[in-house]
């Protein structure tokens, strides 16, 4: 297996679902914080759309996973560990991705609109538990949880990065230890002919 041709095929596959993650994250954030929705709406929208996301992510990556194995050379095999290794670094690199596309769109929202939006989703929130009867002293955590949102300052890109990077080697590498079990191939020894 060439070490470019690897890398470059990295590249491609983590940027393919990169951006589809990131469409994901944004449109996430936007039905969350911006979309003024009422919450029950939201939030069964916010539930469809993560699970489908879930789906689509975990077929990408059996899909890009079985195309590089497919192009290994038989005679030396695609092991558990370099399939388990390819998911995680694919991983990676779609995690710097949604990172990215998640701090331009925060910034071409308006961070003060997220937290308009945070605001007002934790207020409803509150609301609700407070018709189901929750004592007001228990209630009094979301005024926390409201000056949290007010004093924290918008995160940096590099943090949002960094932040994307872990969260997707996790969310690769949990899949990706059943996906390289099934898709990885022993080297196939074929007899020499005289």
């Given at each position: 297996?060439?070490?470019?041709?690897?890398?470059?095929?990295?590249?491609?596959s983590g940027?393919?679902l990169?951006?589809?993650?990131?469409?994901?994250?944004i449109?996430?954030?936007?039905?969350?914080?911006?979309s003024?929705?009422?919450?029950?709406?939201?939030?069964?929208?916010?539930?469809g759309?993560?699970?489908?996301?879930?789906?689509?992510?975990?077929?990408?990556l059996?899909?890009?996973?079985?195309?590089?194995?497919?192009?290994?050379d038989?005679?030396?095999?695609?092991?558990?560990?370099?399939?388990?290794?390819?998911i995680?670094?694919?991983?990676?690199f779609?995690?710097?991705?949604?990172g990215?596309?998640?701090?331009?769109f925060?910034?071409?929202?308006?961070y003060?609109?997220f937290?308009?939006?945070?605001?007002?989703?934790?207020?409803e929130?509150?609301?609700?538990y407070?018709?189901?009867?929750?004592?007001?002293?228990?209630?009094?955590?979301f005024d926390?949880?409201?000056?949290?949102?007010?004093?924290?300052?918008q995160?940096s890109?590099?943090?949002?990065?960094f932040?994307?990077?872990?969260?997707?080697?996790?969310?690769?590498?949990?899949?990706g230890?059943?996906?390289?079990g099934?898709?990885?191939?022993?080297?196939?020894?074929?007899?020499?002919?005289f």
């Open positions: 297996m060439n070490n470019r041709e690897f890398w470059y095929d990295v590249m491609r940027a393919i990169g951006i589809v993650m990131a469409v994901s994250r449109f996430e954030r936007y039905v969350l914080f911006y003024g929705w009422e919450l029950n709406k939201a939030s069964l929208l916010y539930l759309e993560g699970l489908l996301a879930c789906v689509v992510f975990i077929w990408l059996v899909r890009f996973t079985r195309r590089r194995a497919k192009e290994c038989p005679r030396l095999g695609f092991s558990y560990g370099l399939a388990l290794s390819y995680l670094v694919v991983s990676m779609a995690g710097i991705i949604v990215v596309g998640d701090t331009l925060t910034s071409a929202m308006g003060d609109g937290v308009t939006g945070s605001i007002a989703r934790i207020e929130l509150r609301e609700l407070a018709s189901m009867g929750v004592s007001s002293s228990d209630l009094k955590i926390d949880v409201v000056h949290a949102v007010r004093t924290t300052e995160p890109m590099i943090s949002n990065v932040s994307g990077f872990n969260n997707y080697i996790i969310l690769g590498g949990l899949p230890l059943i996906i390289a099934v898709v990885s191939r022993k080297p196939e020894y074929r007899e020499m002919e």
